[in-house]
C-alpha cells in the first residue's frame, strides 16, 4: 500500500501528527520527533524527508544519511536517558513514509524482553516534561 503524499502523516505536517509527536529537529535528510506516548521513556522517531516507503527506494548515498541520523538521534536517546538498548521499528504496513521508531527499553521497564507497543496509551506528559526530554536529547545531539 503506497499512500498519497498529499494525505500522508509525515509530508502534511497536521493534526495527527501534532497530536501524536512532537518535531525537535531538522537532520542531513530527515526530521526527528518526540513521541507523546512515554510508556518508554525518551521514545523518539525519525522520518525521512520524502515520500519514499523502504530504505531499499533511496540511494546508498541518501540511505547512509538517514540510517546516520538514526544513528545520531539513538545516541543521543543513549547519553540522556541511559536505556539498556534502544529497539528499533521500521514496519509502514499503514503508513509508507520511511520512518524509524526509536523506543528505549529498561531493565524492569515496560515490556523488557519482548516487543514494544506502537501506541499503549498510558503515559502522557505536561508540555514542560515533554520539553524536558527534547531538552536532554538535544543536548546530546552532535
Not at 526509536?102 to 514494544?116: I, N
Amino acid at each position: 500500500m503506497y499512500s498519497d503524499p498529499k494525505e500522508c502523516l509525515y509530508c502534511t505536517d497536521n493534526q495527527t501528527q501534532h497530536d501524536l509527536m512532537i518535531q525537535f529537529a531538522e537532520l542531513r535528510v530527515s526530521r526527528a520527533f518526540l513521541f507523546k506516548e512515554q510508556t518508554y521513556r525518551g521514545r523518539c522517531l525519525v522520518a525521512y524527508n520524502g515520500h519514499v516507503n523502504d530504505l531499499n527506494e533511496l540511494s546508498d548515498d541518501e540511505r547512509n544519511k538517514f540510517m546516520a541520523d538514526v544513528a545520531q538521534v539513538t545516541r543521543a536517546m543513549q547519553r540522556a536517558f541511559n536505556p539498556e538498548k534502544i529497539n528499533y521499528g521500521a514496519y509502514s504496513d499503514k503508513l509508507s513514509h520511511l520512518h524509524f521508531h526509536l523506543a528505549p527499553k529498561y531493565v524492569d521497564g515496560p515490556d523488557y524482553g519482548g516487543t514494544f507497543q506502537m501506541n499503549p496509551g498510558k503515559v502522557y506528559l505536561s508540555d514542560e516534561e515533554y520539553q524536558q526530554l527534547i531538552n536532554k536529547i538535544k543536548e546530546n545531539l552532535d
